[in-house]
């Protein structure tokens, strides 16, 4: 399975390589550019509206310029003393400085040319080469065909620890696979479930998915606290969620974020997997409109994906104990309720889970995150998982916004992928012993 097709360039005499150098030069200048040179000149830019006026007309503003919502998800949350990140396209880009400048409004350039810093540092190019499986890279993001043969290799070359399965069909047909990890036992054990890649551009999410993995297997001899994780306890993992948006996300557009289903209506496709969950469904912080990134879909569980982990939850609810879901970029660490400001019963249980495993997040690399009811720390959601899985009687529900907090968004370099994985790596450890330890209360 090593490097296929390499075999024969390195069989090449040595005085072919300078001409291979030269044409693997030359050929990104070509034809060779990421996605078509789409994001040449765009930027992302913070915008920081200080009064009601400011954070008004900026909402006026973007209903005429084509902009993409890069923090917070939806433009209803704009308002004054918060921050709004946003990928504004080349042609109008001029056009917002023009108004920003005018209007006297704070804003930050967060990246200067979206296509450059797409291409800066990104190994993307050369995702084709790398099919190794027993060597594989876990610091470099992966496509959803290297996700799905590392899972098939997974559950091939560790069955004791491992096995995959398919809970269902994405809307384009695709299998949306499960990794259950844990000491093979007849035991009914309590369970933890763990999803990645909801949004489709949040790709440190599946990322993280598979150095979990990873780390289990690598760590189980070595580290008590895992082996009594994967003695105690089956993890159910979805490395990718949302295949068909991960999907699209690699071949068409790298910053889709919702689902691929069409509509019979409207000309936009997809729907927010996070914001089609039976709990106060399509409510405050979601959008009708099919077009929005926020779109709540044209009812509850609407899309497979959504339907086929909710029939998934629901069948095991009694065992699964904690629902924990990975998502970027903020920096925090949230729990319930997303929809309503109000604390669960419960209150101080996960509080405290989460605060120590903020903590102990931190004791990494000093990297701080933010933790508490979403609704307060992020911002008002409905009908997304998190709540639907407490709603369902999960008592641990969690959702992660990892790193970072803007500085490149959604194009964390994958030279980031260790130390973020390293870190959010002690935090899931210090929840999962937390579950395994009666509540301190
Ligand atoms: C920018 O370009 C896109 C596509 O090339 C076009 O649809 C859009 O109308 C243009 N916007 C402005 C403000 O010129
Ligand atoms: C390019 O990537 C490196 C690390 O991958 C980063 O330090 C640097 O700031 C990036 N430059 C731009 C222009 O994004
Ligand atoms: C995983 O392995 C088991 C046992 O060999 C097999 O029955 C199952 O079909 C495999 N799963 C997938 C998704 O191929
Ligand atoms: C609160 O915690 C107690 C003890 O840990 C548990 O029995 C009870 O079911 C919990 N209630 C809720 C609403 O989670
Ligand atoms: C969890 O993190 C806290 C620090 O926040 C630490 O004191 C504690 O030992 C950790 N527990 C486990 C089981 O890792
Ligand atoms: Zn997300």
């Known amino acids: 399975m090593k490097f296929q097709g390499s075999p024969s360039s390195r069989s090449l005499p040595a005085a072919f390589l300078p001409l291979c150098w030269l044409l693997l030069e030359t050929v990104p200048l070509g034809y060779g550019h990421l996605y078509n040179n789409r994001y040449a000149g765009d930027k992302v830019i913070r915008l920081i509206p200080q009064t009601e006026e400011e954070a008004h007309a900026l909402k006026k503003m973007y209903h005429q310029l084509k902009v993409d919502l890069w923090q917070p998800g939806s433009i209803s949350y704009v308002s004054e003393g918060t921050v709004t990140d946003v990928h504004i396209p080349q042609n109008a880009s001029r056009t917002l400085l023009a108004f920003l400048q005018e209007a006297h409004i704070q804003y930050k350039i967060l990246i200067e040319d979206l296509q450059k810093a797409l291409e800066n540092g990104s190994s993307l190019r050369t995702q084709r080469n790398r099919r190794s499986l027993s060597d594989y890279n876990y610091e470099l993001y992966h496509s959803l065909e290297e996700i799905q ?42 369970a933890v479930w763990i999803d990645c890649g909801i949004h489709a551009r949040e790709w440190i999410g599946p990322a993280f998915c598979q150095w979990f993995v990873r780390e289990a297997l690598l760590t189980y001899k070595t580290d008590p606290a895992m082996r009594k994780m994967l003695n105690h306890l089956d993890f159910y993992i979805m490395p990718v969620f949302n295949v068909d948006g991960y999907h699209f996300s690699w071949t068409h557009d790298r910053f889709w974020r919702k689902t691929r289903s069409r509509n019979s209506r409207f000309r936009c496709r997809g729907v927010d997997a996070n914001r089609n969950w039976k709990v106060k469904w399509c409510d405050e912080g ?48 949230l729990y319930p309720y997303s929809y309503k400001y109000a604390t669960i019963p419960n209150f101080s249980c996960v509080e405290t889970a989460a605060y120590k495993a903020v903590r102990a997040l931190r004791s990494v690399h000093g990297v701080r995150y933010r933790y508490g009811p979403a609704s307060q720390t992020l911002y008002v959601s409905s009908g997304n998982s998190m709540d639907w899985a407490y709603k369902n009687g999960i008592p641990y529900a969690f959702a992660f916004e990892l790193r970072d907090t803007g500085h490149f968004g959604f194009l964390l370099p994958e030279m980031l992928i260790k130390p973020t994985c390293t870190e959010t790596m002690l935090a899931v450890k210090n929840i999962t012993m937390h579950l395994l330890q009666k509540c301190p209360r």
């Open 286 to 333: 979601a959008s009708v409109h099919p077009c929005d990134d926020t779109y709540c879909g044209p009812f509850p569980e609407s899309e497979p994906e959504v339907k086929a982990v909710a029939n998934f939850l629901r069948k095991h609810r009694k065992h699964i104990r904690a629902y924990l879901s990975f998502h970027a970029y903020a920096q925090m660490l």
């Open 149 to 190: 043969s590392w899972m098939q290799h997974l559950n091939q070359t560790h069955s004791a620890f491992i096995q995959v399965f398919s809970i269902g069909r994405s809307y384009e047909g695709r299998p949306l696979f499960i990794l259950k990890l844990g000491r093979k036992s007849r035991a009914y054990r309590r």
